[in-house]
């Protein structure tokens, strides 16, 4: 394996566990517990509740479960730095925008 191998691979075990909000392209924000991923960049969350627009303007939420987000339906990836399933203003950008390419 190589070096940037690991340190992909260390960073990825850093962010279990941690809730991560994540934008899709075709609107919605899903935010949950990252669980796992795959070299397809697929996303599973857990207690994964689903947003339509930003969580923070809208309370109303439909509650998801374990969701699989597919990876090129992914726009942006936010971590909530305090890992609470509501995120606020601490979240770190992973990824602004994955529909470039």
């Known amino acids: ?3 940037e191998t690991e340190q992909a ?3 990825l075990q850093k ?3 941690k809730t991560l909000r994540i934008s899709i392209v075709d ?3 899903l935010v949950g517990m990252f669980l796992c991923t795959d070299r397809d960049q697929n996303i599973i ?3 994964c509740n689903e ?3 930003s969580p923070s303007e809208q309370e109303e939420f439909r509650v998801l479960g374990l969701a699989l987000i597919p990876g090129q ?3 942006s990836i936010y971590i909530d730095e305090n890992s609470t399933l509501i995120p606020n ?3 770190s950008v992973l990824d602004d925008d994955k529909s470039d390419g």
Do not use: C, F, K, P
Request: hydrophobic share 35%.
């Open 27 to 29: 609107g919605r924000v």
């Open 9 to 11: 691979r260390e960073q």
């Open 1 to 3: 394996m190589t070096t």
């Open 89 to 91: 203003s601490s979240a």
């Open 73 to 75: 339906h992914i726009q």
């Open 51 to 53: 947003y339509i627009g």
């Open 45 to 47: 969350l857990g207690n």
């Open 15 to 17: 962010w279990l566990n």
